[in-house]
């Protein structure tokens, strides 16, 4: 279902409250939280709240264990505009999760290497019982992930070409298109998929017809995110912009 908040902010304080719930009802029980993350701009307020209830003592991240659902590919992890950058500066940096529990695609992996690391990538949140919670954005292609428009109901983690709106809404974080890379690994729309909870963030008016689409259109590979509208425990948070197209 969706859930239209006044502004984005008010929105990511819900959301990362429902994340900090699961984390510590999974501490209650002794269990790992594995959490997938997002970057880009819309979790951006989700971090910082979770970083602020980690800093006034009120959460813990011991128990948690994370994978992002992406990384450009090729890129260096200490290159500013990686993934890896992103998520250690926005929220890994500041909390107490043991870094051997987080999983960022290596955008640092030969080619040679590639197919079987995506296979071990997936392998390994199914050995944890796979995603408790997945945390998503979504491109103006109706991209999940870098899962961009013909990605398959059944794909898994791989390498796949940007599509060229996609690059072009990157290009000023790159100082010019022609910088941003041309491919990227992500998690695949089945790897999403099997997430027992998931919750999507929209936010401003550049979402609006995307959403629409998203939401109340054919369920298509055409637009990957509509795959969602079958997920038994999604939620689409949005603010007022982005659901300004919703009849
Ligand atoms: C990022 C990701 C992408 C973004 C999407 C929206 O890890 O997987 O799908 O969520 O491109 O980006 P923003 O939030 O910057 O509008």
Not at 140 to 167: A, K, Q, V, W
Not at 211 to 232: C, D, R, Y
Request: with cysteine; glycine share 6%.
């Amino acid at each position: 279902h969706n859930e239209i908040f006044e502004d984005s902010y008010e929105a990511s304080k819900v959301v990362a409250a429902e994340i900090a719930d699961l984390i510590r009802q999974k501490q209650d029980k002794g269990e790992a939280c594995v959490l997938g993350l997002a970057t880009g701009s819309s979790p951006i307020k989700v971090y910082e709240e979770l970083v602020r209830l980690h800093k006034n003592g009120e959460l813990s991240f011991h128990n948690v264990i994370t994978f992002n659902l992406d990384e450009y590919y090729p890129m260096d992890a200490e290159n500013r505009q990686s993934y890896y950058y992103f998520m250690h500066q926005h929220l890994f940096d500041h909390i107490d999760i043991n870094p051997e529990n987080i999983h960022i695609p290596s955008g640092q992996v030969s080619q040679e290497e590639l197919n079987q690391y995506c296979i071990d990538y997936d392998m390994k949140i199914k050995q944890l019982g796979g995603l408790d919670f997945q945390l998503l954005g979504i491109g103006r292609t109706g991209h999940i992930g870098f899962n961009e428009p013909g990605s398959h109901i059944n794909s898994g983690t791989r390498i796949i070409t940007l599509d060229h709106i996609t690059r072009r809404d990157a290009a000023s974080d790159f100082n010019g298109i022609e910088n941003v890379p041309k491919k990227a690994i992500t998690m695949g729309v089945s790897t999403i998929l099997k997430s027992k909870r998931i919750i999507m963030l929209a936010w401003g008016h550049k979402k609006a017809s995307i959403i629409k689409e998203t939401v109340e259109g054919q369920i298509t590979a055409t637009i990957p995110a509509s795959f969602l509208q079958n997920h038994p425990n999604t939620t689409m948070i949005m603010d007022q912009e982005a659901a300004s197209e919703l009849s």
